[in-house]
């Protein structure tokens, strides 16, 4: 399905499994490690420069948030993972409301973001089977290619395959969201996924 990515607008936050959106449209779930890049995959995604927020305070907020794709899909953009200075009361924040959006049957597609310059830490892995136990189909984006040289990128993507366990079936995607590389190649797998 043709999906226009520049036509994205807002819908709500979630703090909590009451405020999910179940209206039966498909649920693209962007996942990944604090400053990873993920809001600006997200912002390089939609063509807007402070869509996502960049920058905000790691792991400050345990939420939530919804975009709507072209009337087609939501964007869902998962809070981050893996930011050192959370306090506990935070950390079971996300926990618990983690658990609950992957136990809703409500996601369509897993997207995690990595940091392509290195291996996958082990929230990545847990991350990337909670998607896989959902039985969702899973792309995996390698952000900040353009820090890697070119002789770096086929050995660390063999790294990224390795250390997550993915399948043959599951894409990996070299990507950067300051240069734009890999934009199309993302919008084709999550319009292939509608
Ligand atoms: P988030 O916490 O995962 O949402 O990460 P942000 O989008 O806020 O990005 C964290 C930092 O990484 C910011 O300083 C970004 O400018 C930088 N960044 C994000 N993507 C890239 C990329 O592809 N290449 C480079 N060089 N820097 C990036």
């Given at each position: 399905m043709d999906v226009n990515f520049n036509k994205v607008e807002f819908i709500r936050s979630a703090v909590s499994p009451r405020d999910f959106l179940r209206d039966g449209l498909p649920q693209?779930?962007?996942?990944g490690r604090s400053n990873v890049g993920k809001s600006s995959v997200?912002?390089?995604?939609v063509n807007r420069k402070n869509f996502a927020r960049v920058g905000a305070s790691p792991g400050k907020t345990s939420q939530i948030n919804y975009f709507r794709l072209d009337g087609a899909a939501y964007l869902v953009d998962l809070p981050g993972y893996g930011y050192a200075k959370v306090s506990k009361a935070e950390r079971d924040r996300w926990g618990r409301l983690m658990e609950a959006y992957f136990a809703s049957g409500l996601i369509s597609l897993g997207v995690m973001?990595?940091?392509?310059?290195h291996k996958p830490t082990?929230?990545?892995v847990t991350?990337?089977?909670w998607f896989?136990?959902?039985g969702c189909p899973l792309v995996v984006a390698a952000n900040k290619l353009d820090k890697l040289k070119k002789s770096e990128i086929d050995p660390n993507l063999?790294?990224?395959r390795q250390t997550l366990s993915l399948g043959e079936g599951d894409l990996l995607l070299p990507f950067s969201a300051e240069k734009g590389?890999?934009?199309?190649?993302l919008i084709g797998a999550l319009c292939a996924s509608l």
């Open positions: 693209l779930a962007f996942a997200i912002n390089r995604l973001i990595v940091d392509a310059r082990a929230d990545d991350m990337a089977s896989r136990d959902t063999a790294l990224i590389v890999g934009r199309e190649d």
